[in-house]
C-alpha cells in the first residue's frame, strides 16, 4: 500500500498546481480533476483501515472487493479527465504515468479481493447446505463415537 501512499501524495500536489495553474482560470474542468482525487484518498483511507491501519490483520474480502470496486471506478474516472485534460490543465506526465500504474495495481487487487470473497461466500454456502443435512462442522457425519480417558498417573 506504500507505493499507493506516494502517488497519492504526488496527486494530491498536482492537484495544488492544478488549482493555482493558469489553466484553471481558463477552464473549470481542471477543477474536476480535485473531486476524483479527494474521493481517491477517501478510498484508500478505507483500505488502510481493512488492513489495521499497518498492524497484520486478516482483511475481510467481501469489504475489500467492495472498496477496490470504488477504487477501479474512481481510476476510469481519472484516465478519462487524464484523457482529455491533460494537455490544457498542464498535467505533468510523471503525474501521469504514476495514476496509470496506481490504476493497474488496484485493477489487479480488486480481481483478488473479489475472487477471494467469491471463494468466502461458495465456502459459507457449502457449510450452511452441509449444517442442515445434519452434518458436523467440518461436514460428513459430524464426530461419533466416545473417548474414554486414560486410568492412572498422567
Keep these: ?19 493555482a495553474g493558469p489553466a484553471f482560470a481558463q477552464a473549470s474542468s481542471c477543477g474536476d480533476a480535485q473531486k476524483f482525487l479527494s474521493e481517491r484518498q477517501n478510498l484508500i483511507q478505507e483500505i488502510n483501515k481493512l488492513s489495521g491501519g499497518g498492524k497484520k490483520k486478516a482483511i475481510d474480502p467481501r469489504a475489500a472487493c467492495g472498496i477496490f470496486t470504488k477504487l477501479v471506478a474512481n481510476g476510469n474516472t481519472g484516465l478519462k479527465w487524464l484523457e482529455s485534460n491533460k494537455t490544457w490543465c498542464q498535467v505533468p506526465d510523471q503525474f501521469a504515468e504514476g495514476f496509470e500504474a496506481d490504476h493497474k ?19 459459507e454456502k457449502q457449510a450452511k447446505k452441509a449444517q442442515q443435512q445434519g452434518g458436523g462442522l467440518l461436514g460428513g457425519g459430524g464426530l461419533t463415537g466416545s473417548y474414554t480417558m486414560p486410568k492412572g498417573a498422567l
Design 105 to 123: 495495481r488496484a485493477v489487479e487487487m480488486k480481481g483478488k479481493a473479489c475472487a477471494a470473497a467469491a471463494k468466502v461466500a461458495e465456502m
Design 1 to 19: 500500500m506504500l507505493p499507493i501512499r506516494s502517488h497519492l501524495a504526488a496527486a494530491l500536489a498536482v492537484a495544488g498546481v492544478l488549482v
